[in-house]
């Protein structure tokens, strides 16, 4: 089992939809990232959170410590947003290196 | 903003040569990792560093080696090139406890 689990793995969306990517992880963690990639792109730092909830123009992304889980929402989507989510943590063993423990990511197409 | 320069956007070198693959960042940053990224097995850490001279394996260091003369730069090394190491490499940098930032990467073809 993977200690990062995002879904869903695929998600079509129309224009304009409020779009929810999730992840769930099984270790203990120091912070949590959501990345962006867009096809042949480089990556992109969305949010790094340890608590509660933060936002960022149309996105929104929350964490529940207890619960080992994380979401990522897009409101009033957008073709431009189309493109692959990655959820990452920072584990809190090995040290403070931020080597990164990643999800398998959620590849997001949204259709005009 | 943090700036994470790739040399190479687009990299082709043939079996058996030795290859080089540059990162600098101008954050004065730690930390810095080298990954490859393959369809269906996401981002997989070959190695990083987290000081000059610094270096520790990830997770699939065999046929690779790294360099970290100065804290901006980090090298990734192909010793001899082969075919299975046709991917995309990205690096990155971060600071202990912050955000990680990411280069471009780097899609090297091995024919």
């Known amino acids: 089992k993977n200690e990062v689990e995002q879904s869903p793995q695929n998600l079509t969306a129309q224009e304009g939809e409020f779009i929810t990517i999730n992840c769930s992880y099984s270790v203990g963690i120091s912070a949590l990232h959501w990345l962006q990639q867009h096809p042949g792109g480089g990556i992109v730092s969305l949010f790094m959170?340890?608590?509660g909830k933060k936002k960022h123009g149309r996105l929104i992304a929350t964490i529940n410590i207890q619960e080992k889980h994380s979401s990522l929402h897009i409101t009033a989507s957008h073709p431009r947003d189309s493109a692959v989510y990655i959820c990452a943590v920072s584990p809190n063993y090995g040290g403070a290196t931020n080597k990164l423990i990643f999800g398998t990511g959620t590849l997001l197409a949204v259709q005009p | 903003d943090v700036k994470v320069t790739q040399s190479s956007r687009y990299l082709v070198k043939r079996t058996g040569e030795k290859v080089f693959l540059e990162c600098v960042q101008d954050?004065?940053?730690?930390?810095m990792f080298w990954y490859r990224q393959d369809p269906g097995l996401g981002l997989r850490l070959i190695y990083f560093?987290?000081?000059?001279?610094?270096?520790e394996k990830g997770d699939i260091p065999e046929g690779y080696s790294v360099s970290r003369e100065k804290k901006e730069r980090f090298s990734l090394i192909l010793e001899s090139a082969s075919t299975n190491q046709t991917s995309m490499y990205l690096c990155a940098s971060s600071l202990e406890y912050s955000a990680v930032h990411f280069g471009d990467g780097t899609r090297l073809s091995i024919l």
């Open positions: 959170l340890s608590s």
């Open positions: 954050m004065d940053h730690e930390n």
């Open positions: 560093s987290y000081d000059v001279k610094m270096k």
